[in-house]
């Protein structure tokens, strides 16, 4: 009994001085504030958001539609973090069917401020309904924005803007812009590289049935 008692006692102790896990650094400036644009074809007029870093939703409006912009950041472990930034209206951003978007962070105006250097590896912009619901997205742009390694904090660039065609009359209320970071750079395979590795696999599968 004395023993087990003592075991504990030792536990405790080793647990009350072993290190605490250490809580990464935020990567973008908390308060720091920065640009989100917005265009269609329909539009009169582009909507230009600033806001602050600070995850808390702020409003804006687009030719009367009130759109709320908030972002967060999460600590994805091994040097890695994913930063988001969401935009929120109560109706279709983008009511004209068949209608091109146009969008970009930092565009014309103020990109993320980053505290230090991180490699961008995967950043796409995905579309939601009324529900939450995803209606579209953009697959990874990684490789359209010219200053990804180490990334500059614009998406893709301060004076150039991506485009979705036809997502207008689509219902979207909701518009996410996620960015995966790394310390380190990240290797992604080519498209190219994944269809040929791919099709290898196939041809491998092919022979073997044919053997068997």
Known sequence: MHKLIGSILMLVATLGLAPQLAVAAPVVSTGSTYSVYLDRMSSAGAFYGVASFD???ELGTWESLPIIISESETDLGNGR???SIQLRANDDIFPVTEES??????TFGDGLDLLRSVFLYDARVSFFDSNDKLVTDSGNLVDQVDQAAPWDGFFPTADLIFE????GGLGIRGINFD?????EPVMVPEPAAALLMGLGLVAMLTTRRRRN
Do not use: P, T
């Open 164 to 167: 979705s065609e036809s997502i």
């Open 81 to 83: 973090s994913f930063i």
């Open 101 to 106: 978007g146009f969008y970009g962070i930092g």
């Open 179 to 183: 960015f995966f970071v790394s310390d």
């Open 55 to 57: 995850e808390i939703g």
